[in-house]
């Protein structure tokens, strides 16, 4: 919070709207070692992505003067994925934040391999036979789509190394019958509602 008033306050907040207005979608994915983690906001221009670079970089930079808790000094460097420029903030030896912003995306990443994901997408979440079957003729209006496929998801966690919490075994055989989950949700002015579909195999 400091950092943000240092940087102009309540006019450094506005120059992130774009990551908090546009649509956004966050996803999770396996890679060799952990989850990554990705967030892609849509619609950012170029004037937008100026000015949203402009405010991330100033507060990146000062996380990077200052030591983490862990004694790691974080690292703050240029790169290139997938032949766009990025820029990678390591903060931990574990934890490393990759962002960039290209057509028309801001992207910002637990791992330069979910901005490379994203650039190289062929496919589309429209593409998947588990999402939202009976429910794609409604999302005009919706406030929020929700997608698991809990095979993957499940898989995930073991990745994350949960295999082997009790919780964690549980919830896996609570869920064993389940394939998929998704929900559009819709927001108006005095109510919220909900639609949702599960797929048992």
């Given at each position: 919070?400091?950092d943000?008033?240092?940087?102009?306050?309540?006019?450094?907040?506005?120059g992130?709207?774009?990551?908090?207005?546009?649509?956004?979608?966050?996803?999770?994915?396996?890679?060799?070692a952990?989850?990554?983690?990705?967030?892609?906001?849509?619609?950012?221009d170029?004037?937008?992505?100026?000015?949203?670079?402009?405010?991330?970089?100033?507060?990146?930079?000062?996380?990077?003067?200052?030591?983490?808790?862990t004694?790691?000094?974080?690292?703050?460097?240029?790169l290139?994925?997938?032949?766009?420029?990025?820029?990678?903030?390591?903060v931990?030896?574990?934890?490393e934040?990759?962002?960039?912003?290209f057509?028309?995306?801001?992207?910002?990443?637990?791992?330069?391999?979910?901005?490379?994901?994203?650039?190289?997408?062929?496919?589309r979440?429209?593409?998947?036979?588990?999402f939202?079957?009976?429910m794609r003729?409604?999302?005009?209006?919706?406030?929020?789509?929700?997608?698991?496929?809990?095979?993957?998801?499940?898989?995930?966690?073991?990745?994350?190394?949960?295999?082997?919490?009790?919780?964690?075994?549980?919830l896996?055989?609570?869920?064993?019958?389940?394939?998929?989950?998704?929900?559009v949700?819709?927001?108006?002015a005095?109510?919220?509602?909900?639609?949702?579909?599960?797929?048992?195999?």
């Open positions: 919070v400091r943000i008033e240092r940087s102009g306050g309540p006019r450094a907040l506005r992130l709207d774009p990551l908090l207005t546009e649509e956004a979608a966050l996803f999770l994915s396996r890679s060799g952990v989850p990554v983690v990705t967030v892609v906001v849509n619609d950012i170029d004037a937008e992505a100026d000015r949203v670079l402009a405010r991330l970089q100033p507060l990146l930079a000062r996380l990077v003067q200052r030591p983490a808790a004694g790691q000094v974080p690292t703050f460097r240029p290139q994925v997938a032949g766009i420029n990025a820029a990678s903030l390591r931990t030896p574990s934890l934040l990759t962002y960039a912003i057509d028309g995306r801001a992207v910002v990443s637990t791992s330069p391999g979910g901005i490379r994901r994203v650039k190289l997408a062929r496919s979440l429209l593409d998947n036979d588990l939202a079957p009976g003729g409604r999302f005009d209006g919706a406030s929020s789509l929700l997608f698991l496929d809990l095979e993957q998801l499940l898989a995930l966690g073991e990745q994350a190394g949960l295999g082997e919490a009790a919780g964690f075994q549980a896996e055989s609570d869920l064993a019958a389940v394939r998929a989950v998704s929900a949700t819709r927001r108006r005095a109510t919220r509602t909900a639609e949702i579909f599960i797929e048992v195999p």
